[in-house]
């Protein structure tokens, strides 16, 4: 029995101390298992979160997020293992979405949980928010591009535009109350314009008060004068003052209005209380829901369709029934008519003429403008090498029997037949051409090139195109008009590069400007005009950036030039004493300008029509002229011997007939 016992108590302490060994053994292997195989690389701890590379080494999220973020090289970066370059699929990926599209590595999670002995499965937290396109995830990403809560696997896969920007909710708590303050700022000014409106309105309504007094004054002088037939005339008095009263409706306009302040300030309620919560979730949901919201009123604000234009009611009378009443009875009295306060009747253009403002009502509008007919049309010859630049017509005048071209493309003048199409008689080769003119009873013309070196260049027409003398100027000269008396007007753009270092008190703080020069066939310059002395005195603004465009002269040596400002378009005359004769408001934008037969004709870019003023005794305007098929910019404009002719920096230069205006 003792020898059993002795045999047995041996044995049990041989199992003892195999199963230390074996435990020891184990712990050693789990050791070696974590060091060598699931630790990070780059932290050397055990992986968090571990990320598995395409060359199959795992890296922690955080690490791998920093090794990104720190390397990335066109788009690149180097698995620290290996050395494997690793290409992102998009440009627009942060590090952070690139980190999390990589998979996560089960293997590693499932060997460190054995390790560990934790083989219970992870749980989603309780307050977390499942993603309703990935109802598997838990939300842990808020793109401030979409404005929406989302999980890791939407931000790599729906979130990649360059107007997303997806951020972890662990980094976004700052970034999400700036939104909600940009929001509440966003919300009050919304609350002021639905303010405002309301304000404007009663303003305005003061305005249509004084009109309809206006309008019930002319009517009631009407009644005085057709006293047989007051009955009819009240009647139709009455049905004039109704629709006079119906114009508008503040208090329809001031409920609607208030209506929606009211839910913009309780949005503006909500914003501000959730900028005292704590739970980033909170805040998040909040802000969520904000876009939405502020879209569905703002829409509602701008549908309420109110401009910031004053309103008055104007009274169209019917001039033959004070002269005709017993025979105009049946006929209305008149219309009324809601314009803008500072509407013209018919026609919306004006002008300043010595000092006064002169508007006109004449019935020449661009509806009913009269059709020019095709005449000619001059391209660059199709038989030419598919090689050559497309051409760029810039200028164009009519000389002899021939019309003389500028391409500023190819830097050719360029002669044509001018019945002809296309009918090519010569050219010659000029750098940096850029506008012509005929000189006053002479075969010769000047041409404008305001190339690298300005120059002013004299050519013949006798036999062929050639250079009889060049002069170089010191500004650089564009668009050139011949005046009476053998001298030319000319527009210059001049730059800081071309500026002559003696200048000193000349202001280039805008880059380029414009002046005009008077110059005589040689190119001396006789008298300046800056653009301040047309530009800035006067009542449309101040100038920007090469305000004068197009010019031409008249038989007077008075001069009119096409100008565009910040705030206003228009066309102006001046005379060679720096005096500013007139100003003319068209309410379009003037282009071109040319004068011919005691009439200035002015290209208007969004009417796409030419319209027509008489400056024979007085400043008014005569008709309005149509090009069919043309939809170009009308940069240049020259008339002609019955023919017009549109010139916009095209390939393409076409003439109209003219037909008596």
């Keep these: 029995m003792f020898c059993v016992h002795v045999r047995n108590n041996c044995i049990q ?9 074996l435990n020891i053994m184990q712990r050693r292997l789990a050791d070696n298992i974590t060091s060598d195989h699931l630790s990070c690389p780059i932290c050397r701890d055990t992986l968090k979160d571990p990320k598995l590379l395409p060359c199959d080494h795992s890296i922690c999220f955080e690490c791998l997020t920093q090794l990104i973020e720190s390397t990335r090289r066109f788009n690149k970066f180097s698995c620290p293992v290996d050395r494997r370059e690793i290409t992102a699929s998009s440009y627009t990926l942060s590090a952070e979405q690139w980190a999390s599209s990589f998979p996560t590595d089960e293997l590693s999670l499932l060997l460190l949980q054995a390790i560990s002995g934790d083989t219970k499965t992870e749980t989603k937290p309780k307050d977390g928010i499942l993603c309703s396109d990935h109802p598997q995830n838990v939300c842990d990403f808020f793109c401030f591009g979409c404005y929406k809560i989302i999980c890791s696997e939407c931000a790599v896969e729906n979130h990649r535009g360059t107007e997303c920007n997806c951020k972890n909710f662990k980094n976004c708590a700052d970034l999400a109350r700036e939104k909600l303050r940009d929001a509440y700022d966003e919300i009050e000014n919304l609350i002021i314009t639905g303010q405002d409106i309301v304000f404007k309105e ?4 003061q305005l249509l008060v004084q009109s309809r007094q206006q309008i019930r004054s002319t009517i009631y002088k009407l009644k005085t004068i057709v006293q047989d037939f007051e009955k009819m005339i009240n009647r139709k008095c009455l049905d004039i003052l109704s629709k006079v009263d119906s114009v508008t409706n503040v208090e329809e306009l001031k409920k609607r209005t208030e209506g929606i302040v009211k839910d913009l300030k309780r949005i503006r309620d909500e914003v501000e209380l959730s900028k005292s919560l704590t739970s980033t979730k909170d805040i998040l949901t909040v802000l969520s829901k904000i876009p939405e919201s502020l879209q569905k009123n703002t829409d509602l604000l701008y549908s309420l369709a109110v401009s910031d234009n004053p309103i008055e009611l104007k009274l169209e009378l019917n001039e033959k029934f004070l002269n005709l ?20 009747d018919f026609e919306d253009t004006e002008a300043t003429v010595c000092s006064k403002r002169i508007k006109f009502s004449s019935d020449v509008l661009p509806l009913r403008a009269l059709e020019l007919d095709p005449f000619l049309a001059i391209q660059r010859d199709p038989s030419e090498s598919e090689n050559k630049i497309t051409a760029r017509f810039t200028g164009v005048i009519i000389h002899g029997h021939s019309i003389i071209a500028i391409d500023n493309a190819n830097f050719k003048v360029q002669r044509f037949r001018d019945t002809i199409e296309n009918q090519f008689i010569d050219e010659v080769l000029i750098q940096g051409i850029y506008d012509i003119t005929n000189i006053h009873e002479n075969d010769d013309v000047l041409v404008t090139s305001p190339g690298k070196q300005s120059r002013l260049i004299r050519l013949s027409t006798y036999n062929s195109l050639s250079i009889i003398s060049e002069k170089v100027t010191e500004n650089a000269y564009f668009s050139i008009s011949q005046l009476p008396d053998c001298t030319f007007a000319v527009i210059s753009h001049s730059s800081p590069s071309g500026a002559s270092k003696k200048r000193v008190n000349f202001d280039w703080s805008r880059g380029v400007t414009s002046h ?23 009542e449309f603004g101040n100038p920007f950036i090469m305000p004068l465009k197009s010019i031409c002269c008249l038989p007077n040596g008075n001069i009119v030039v096409s100008i565009e400002t910040k705030t206003n378009s228009f066309i102006s005359c001046f005379n060679q004493n720096a005096r500013v004769k007139w100003t003319y408001d068209l309410n379009d934008t003037p282009e071109g300008v040319c004068f011919d037969d005691g009439k200035i004709y002015v290209f208007l870019r969004e009417s796409k029509a030419v319209r027509v003023l008489s400056v024979d005794g007085d400043l008014k305007p005569v008709s309005t002229l149509k090009l069919p098929n043309y939809f170009g910019d009308g940069n240049s404009l020259f008339v002609g011997r019955n023919l017009l002719s549109v010139i916009d920096k095209t390939e393409l230069i076409r003439l109209y007939k003219l037909q008596s205006c």
């Design 13 to 21: 302490k041989k199992q003892i101390s195999f199963d230390s060994v």
């Design 202 to 205: 009663i303003d305005k309504d």
């Design 516 to 538: 005009i020069d008077i110059i005589d066939v040689d190119g001396n310059v006789l008298k300046h005009f800056s653009e301040n002395f047309l530009c800035e005195p006067n």
């Design 325 to 344: 009443c017993e025979t105009l009875i049946d006929q209305p009295i008149g219309t009324v008519h809601a314009v803008p306060a500072d509407a013209v």
